[in-house]
């Protein structure tokens, strides 16, 4: 079960996204950081310790329509372990549809609880950035 909610952050509403399994049981935690330009996102576990980043595309790739968009997912020492990435459909999909794909790639050894976790984040770069 994913909850999307939205707490104040000084000026802005930062979004998060809460993954539980089962329904009742938090597993972890997809809260916005604060950015300049396009959101980014931390990713952290049961006990709200960070455990990943996701960075977003820059502005001008993801203010194109066009194309594949891919969100970072990386390490807290910077390694890339992995994206979410939005998939472009096409000009009529696109235009004339809500309908939208994404893939997520990680490790296949990564823990169950962090690749639900990441799915989750799906859901919440999908409602800030393309809904």
Do not use: M
Not at 90 to 115: C, H, M, Y
């Amino acid at each position: 079960a994913c909850t999307l909610s939205c707490a104040s952050v000084g000026s802005c509403c930062a979004h998060y996204v809460t993954v539980e399994a089962p329904p009742g049981n938090i597993i972890g935690t997809v809260s916005q950081r604060e950015s300049c330009c396009v959101p980014n996102y931390t990713v952290l576990d049961e006990h709200e310790r960070e455990i990943l980043l996701i960075d977003s595309p820059d502005c001008c790739e993801l203010g194109c329509g066009c194309g594949d968009k891919f969100f970072e997912v990386r390490t807290l020492r910077d390694d890339d372990i992995g994206n979410i990435q939005k998939k472009w459909a096409g000009l009529l999909q696109e235009s004339f549809t809500d309908a939208d794909t994404f893939g997520v790639n990680f490790p296949i050894d990564l823990s169950v609880r962090i690749k639900a976790i990441l799915i989750g984040a799906t859901f919440l770069i999908d409602f800030i950035h393309f809904e």
